[in-house]
């Protein structure tokens, strides 16, 4: 299975250009077949789930936490989105996601539509749950 059978429209799959290709490499080589269905492995979990498209992208949000910004996996929490460690570095981090997602958004390389926002929604969530933090 790969990303492209998993994000089969292709305005969807151009939304995804926020991660890396070794991102995207790494969560597309997690993927198996199980059942007769996609799952992949949590990154934080370690508990084997349906990859849906929503999973797959918080998968790639994790592997952006763990991997590019050295996130240990004790600081983070599926599901619960639960964030342990310093403001500083979780506002950088947002920041820069943030960023890079308004850059897809206002240079049109965003299409609106329904899978487009199960790739953004995760990133909603963060954000919101950092603003909740801070108030």
Known sequence: MTLSEIFQDSAI???LTVFSDAEKDAIEQSLFEKGGKTHIKCLIRGKEVQAK?????????LKRLLGHYGYSRDRLSCGAYDFRCQPDQLFAGVSETIYLMRCCYFHGELV????????????YHI???F???IS
Request: with cysteine.
């Open 112 to 123: 609106p539509s329904r899978e487009a926002s199960a790739c953004y929604e995760p990133a």
């Open 131 to 133: 603003l909740q933090a």
């Open 127 to 129: 954000v919101r749950r």
């Open 13 to 15: 799959r151009d939304q």
């Open 53 to 61: 498209k929503e999973e797959v992208v918080r998968q790639l949000w």
